[in-house]
């Protein structure tokens, strides 16, 4: 009985592991001790595991030097900087005036409120990268309107958490920077990968919205016109859309010769800004070029848009690290704050505060795996975990598939963290081993752990909408409508249709790797390659000389005479040889 159980330490070690966080202990704190517990076991069983238990008391001692490793990675630093700006912005009402804003530019379409929450929700994804200030949000903002006018409150209720879950997978999301480092690849590359794939949700969810506008209008009915109060003015809108295209053509043209390949990017920068100082100069002077709606929308789009080309566009250009690049966000939200005057000192202590709390949180499930795993590869897990998943049916795509379906099930109990710190270090082997690009895998993970979010019960987005989402009826303040309250049971239902897109992108990222493989640039096809060595004179043939200011072999030194050439040695092996 103890050999055995001494040969099955790992898988005993595992389930060790989901019982205690199963019985409620801290996720941190049931890995630390997991580990330990196990080490101690580990140990005493080591004679009768027959040499499949590597553990000895002095492996102890590498303890502090993997909490180093955790404290002094660079790449852990993005976590505080991108949940600081992340914060910061909540707290500036930009989330508030991006909801009015393109309430009302999709309002007279049915189903209009729907994908401006989705619209924000991705430009909220994009620039806070936090599931809950996103969903926390757009709950106090868009639930409240979308019941006022009759809307469904399973779709309502669905379409804000799920929007709300694009903060996990649209950078510079917190999940993608775990899930690089557990992996071992570049943040940056993570990044790439994962930018389409996010748009491709955020598409397949307003696709839903489409369809379901068709299938039931009632559940989504367009804005009345009284609450238009930016009125009309989509043509101004695109011809001052137009106009900046044009500048930034030209822009580009003019950059061409001297910026290179930047020279796009540069005139769309400079399009941006000419309309954006035009849109102001409008409003302020009463100059009446533009519409109320068109000054609007390009007042309150282009600041968040240019906080997101100082994240991800320095980080794509190779200008920046994600960590540098975290840093000027964080920078750049304090300046966005203080430009709306809504940068105090009470934003900036909870800012910093919620900043530390979710670093502390991380460090310490971190430090607990760091635990975890030693105590895991000494008894040899990391074998059994790739023996078991490498012999899978189906190769390469039975893999994914049961892969995929393990996460999903785990995300009923786990959130994305507790998935990445452990799940992730265990598959990561395995699919390197099967010649799986570890960027696809991190973004197909990312993508599934995103449903960790949305799944009922246990599902965090569910939880912040239910704290915010009405309980008990209410009397709107703007109709006088008795507005009855949003059952919990409504939010879950509302939910499920979203998951199901998010298993369908599952699939297509599976089906279609080349949505993340991009990432690697333009690829080359090794028969098209042209070696030529460039043209040198003086260089003689392939034995000759004279090439790079050297005489040829045997001709004669610059001093005189060619040196004197030994004479062959005899081949007479029955005596010493000479070195006279």
């Not at 991705?122 to 009759?150: C, K």
């Not at 390949?261 to 000419?274: Q, R, T």
């Not at 039975?398 to 265990?426: K, M, S, T």
Request: one cysteine or more.
């Amino acid at each position: 009985m103890i050999e055995f159980i001494a040969q099955n330490m790992a898988p005993i070690m595992f389930f060790s592991l989901i019982v205690f966080m199963l019985l409620g202990y801290p996720v941190a704190f049931s890995l630390a001790a997991n580990g330990l517990l196990f080490f101690f076991i580990g140990v005493e069983l080591a004679p009768y595991s027959n040499n499949t238990i590597t553990l000895d008391w002095p492996l102890l001692y590498a303890l502090p030097d993997r909490f180093w490793g955790v404290m002094s990675n660079e790449t852990l630093l993005a976590i505080p900087f991108f949940t600081f700006m992340g914060i910061v912005l909540e707290r500036s009402g930009m989330a508030e005036d991006l909801l009015d804003t393109i309430g009302q530019l999709f309002g007279p379409i049915r189903g209009g409120l729907a994908y401006a929450v989705i619209f924000v929700g991705a430009l909220l994804a994009a620039t806070t990268g936090v599931v809950a200030a996103s969903v926390i949000a757009m709950g106090l903002i868009s639930l409240p309107i979308m019941l006022r006018y009759g809307y469904d409150r399973r779709v309502a209720t669905g379409v804000i958490a799920a929007s709300g879950t694009l903060a996990q997978i649209i950078p510079p999301s917190l999940v993608l920077i775990v899930l690089a480092d557990q992996l071992g690849r570049s943040v940056g590359d993570m990044y790439k990968g994962a930018l389409i794939p996010g748009l491709v949700l955020t598409g397949l969810y307003m696709s839903y919205i489409l369809l379901m506008s068709i299938i039931r209008p009632k559940s989504m009915p367009a804005l009345p016109l009284e609450a238009r109060t930016l009125g009309h003015g989509v043509t101004s809108l695109f011809v001052a859309l137009l106009a900046a295209t044009v500048i930034a053509y030209g822009a580009h043209v003019y950059l061409s010769p001297t910026h290179g390949a930047n020279a796009d990017i540069l005139g769309a920068c400079v399009g941006i800004i000419v309309i954006y100082i035009a849109a102001i100069a409008d409003r302020g002077f009463n100059l009446k070029l533009m519409s109320r709606l068109a000054q609007q929308v390009i007042i309150v789009l282009i600041p968040p848009l240019a906080l997101i080309f100082l994240v991800l566009g320095t980080i794509f250009l190779g200008i920046a690290t994600p960590t540098e690049g975290g840093a000027m966000g964080a920078v750049g939200a304090l300046v966005m704050a203080g430009m709306k005057g809504k940068l105090t000192f009470d934003v900036i202590r909870q800012a910093l505060a919620s900043t530390t709390k979710l670093s502390s949180f991380v460090i310490f499930i971190l430090i607990g795996a760091r635990v975890f795993s030693l105590t895991f590869y000494g008894v040899n897990g990391h074998l059994w975990v790739e023996h078991l998943l490498v012999s899978l049916p189906g190769g390469e795509v039975g893999f994914l598939i049961a892969v995929n379906v393990l996460v999903f099930l785990l995300a009923f109990f786990l959130d994305f963290f507790e998935l990445a710190f452990i799940i992730v270090p265990l598959l990561a082997p395995a699919a390197d081993k099967l010649g799986i690009d570890l960027i696809w895998f991190g973004v197909l993970l990312g993508v599934n752990m995103q449903t960790s979010f949305m799944h009922p019960p246990f599902g965090f987005a569910l939880f912040y909408l239910r704290s915010v989402a009405a309980r008990v009826p209410y009397l709107d303040r703007i109709t006088g409508k008795n507005i009855q309250p949003v059952t919990t049971g409504q939010i879950y239902w509302g939910a499920v249709p979203f998951v199901c897109i998010q298993v369908i992108m599952i699939g297509l990222t599976i089906a279609f790797p080349q949505m993340v493989m991009h990432y690697k640039g333009k690829v080359v096809d090794p028969s098209t390659v042209e070696i030529k060595m460039p043209d040198m004179p003086g260089l003689g043939g392939a034995l000759g000389g004279g090439g790079l200011g050297l005489p040829p072999l045997g001709a004669p030194s610059i001093g005189g005479a060619a040196p004197a050439q030994p004479a062959a040695p005899a081949n007479d092996l029955t005596k010493p040889p000479s070195f006279n």
